[in-house]
């Protein structure tokens, strides 16, 4: 059965860094894409990161460039989010999830998810 699994989240003072990973089994461990989302309290869910896996070309939000990078291991099993210079407006649940093909943030076909890990940013 498909799965993806989030962890890394915690509570971090502004300035700070987390390492967010996204562990793929079944299907999802041969996903084409797999990206990082995230949603604020109250706010849209927005894409943050990608990865396209078979060439490991990465695309970003504009709002994480410089401070974010999305990478993955070797065995292209794990899906990680360096996440530096962190902010309070960094907030938010953070889930991955994959795609059969190859997908921007805005694609329908993201089709599986995790439930997500917790990112706390406190000044």
């Known amino acids: 059965q498909a799965q993806l699994v989030e962890s890394g989240g915690d509570s971090v003072q502004a300035g700070g860094s987390l390492r967010l990973s996204c562990a793929g089994s079944g299907y999802v461990g041969g996903a084409v894409t797999v990206g990082w989302f995230r949603q604020a309290r109250g706010k849209k869910r927005e894409g943050v990161a990608i990865i396209y896996r078979a060439s490991g070309s990465t695309w970003y939000a504009e709002s994480v460039k410089g401070r974010f990078t999305i990478s993955q291991d070797n065995a292209m099993i794990t899906v990680f989010l360096q996440m530096n210079s962190l902010s309070p407006e960094d907030t938010a649940m953070y889930y991955c999830?994959?795609?059969?093909?190859?997908?921007?943030?805005?694609?329908?076909?993201?089709?599986?998810w995790g439930e997500g890990t917790q990112v706390t940013v406190s000044l």
């Open positions: 999830a994959a795609c059969p093909g190859l997908c921007g943030f805005d694609s329908a076909r993201w089709n599986y």
